[in-house]
């Protein structure tokens, strides 16, 4: 089984911390994503990565940015946050050639 | 670029019952169309997917999927639901070729009650 792996189902922050959120695949998947979801938005692409050290930035990219120097992991940091952060955050990883994404459980992140 | 439009935000129902659930999308390319179920506090599960041929595709719990090429629309169906269909249900589109970005719904949340 495809696992995609977030490192926190639940995270509080604080207004002007840097925040980390992590996520690991296994099945050696070249795309990954980062994806906000709020209520009544649906899903919004916040950035995506096709390769090691590439990155491409997606609908909602202000106010964050990303990594990935390995394969299998991505990362989300927030510079500096803020309480319109506060949401949902779902990494997903998909083959280059297939034709479905993989979704990690989610973090729940609160910046207070 | 694509959209997609889910019009109902939420859906009651009552135990064994049918339901649908509505899917339209626009976009100037081909694309692949697929429905995501996330139970409360997960993450997103595959239900479905439709790449091409026929037309009515099947999908995990008993779910399926039209699509409709002329109306653009791509409705879930479930024939008798239950208590454990509880959630809720995104429909998105992927551009056939190109950047894989999935583009989703707003998303409809499925209430079954006894």
């Known amino acids: 089984d495809v696992k995609v792996t977030q490192s926190s189902r639940y995270l509080v922050k604080r207004t002007g911390e840097k925040v980390f959120l992590e996520c690991v695949q296994d099945m050696d998947h070249e795309n990954m994503f980062w994806y906000r979801q709020d209520p009544g938005l649906g899903l919004r692409l916040i950035y995506f990565s096709y390769d090691v050290k590439m990155k491409e930035k997606g609908d909602i990219p202000e106010g964050y940015s990303v990594s990935r120097e390995k394969k299998e992991r991505f990362s989300l940091i927030l510079e500096s946050a803020s309480t319109n952060q506060t949401s949902m955050y779902l990494c997903?990883?998909?083959?280059?050639?297939?034709?479905?994404?993989?979704f990690g459980q989610g973090t729940r992140l609160t910046v207070v | 670029a694509q959209s997609v439009t889910q019009l109902d935000s939420q859906v009651p129902v009552f135990e064994e019952a049918p339901v649908e659930l509505r899917c339209n999308y626009s976009s100037s390319v081909s694309v692949y169309l697929f429905w995501y179920v996330q139970y409360p506090n997960q993450g997103l599960q595959l239900l479905l997917k439709?790449?091409?041929?026929?037309?009515l595709v099947k999908g995990i719990n008993g779910f399926e999927a039209e699509f409709n090429k002329s109306q653009t629309s791509f409705h879930l169906r479930k024939p008798s639901v239950h208590i454990s269909d509880t959630a809720e249900y995104f429909c998105?589109?992927?551009?056939?070729?190109?950047?894989?970005?999935?583009?989703f719904g707003t998303g409809t949340r499925l209430l079954v009650s006894p």
């Open positions: 439709y790449l091409s041929g026929s037309t």
């Open positions: 997903a990883s998909s083959p280059q050639e297939g034709t479905e994404a993989f």
């Open positions: 998105a589109v992927r551009r056939v070729t190109g950047f894989q970005k999935l583009v």
